[in-house]
């Protein structure tokens, strides 16, 4: 994704056929390293083809895809079923629970979402 991201920029900046070098400097600039050989592949896969063409593509694909969360918030009540008879259970099990999950979510941080473009 960053590799298209410096692509993108690099178009959008002048450059009517970015080369890796291009895209090295744009990804430098902000301190990550460059791959060539993914560089190389992004490139290749984008050359000759109309980048806003290829945007307005990308808008028709994701139109389609739910972001409503509204499958999380199905999937709550099922999940919380299980959870509230093991509470009845033991008083103990939903405070561990929690717990971990608190702890899951410190270690991840914003890290987590961000190595989704890796």
């Known amino acids: 994704m960053r590799y298209v991201a410096a692509y993108l920029l690099a178009v959008f900046g002048g ?14 600039s902000v301190g990550i390293e460059c ?14 083809k109309n980048v806003e063409q290829l945007i307005e593509q990308g808008k028709e694909k994701l139109s389609s895809v739910p972001a409503g969360g509204g499958a999380a918030a199905a999937a709550a009540p099922a999940a919380a079923a299980p959870a509230a008879a093991a509470a009845a259970g033991k008083k103990e099990a939903p405070k561990k629970e929690e717990k971990k999950k608190e702890e899951s979510d410190e ?3 914003e890290e ?6 890796d």
């Open 35 to 48: 791959d060539k050989t993914k560089a190389t592949l992004a490139i290749s896969q984008l050359k000759g």
């Open 107 to 109: 270690e991840g941080g």
């Open 15 to 28: 450059k009517r056929e970015p080369a890796v070098a291009d895209i090295e400097k744009i990804l430098g």
């Open 112 to 117: 987590g979402i961000f190595g989704l473009f």
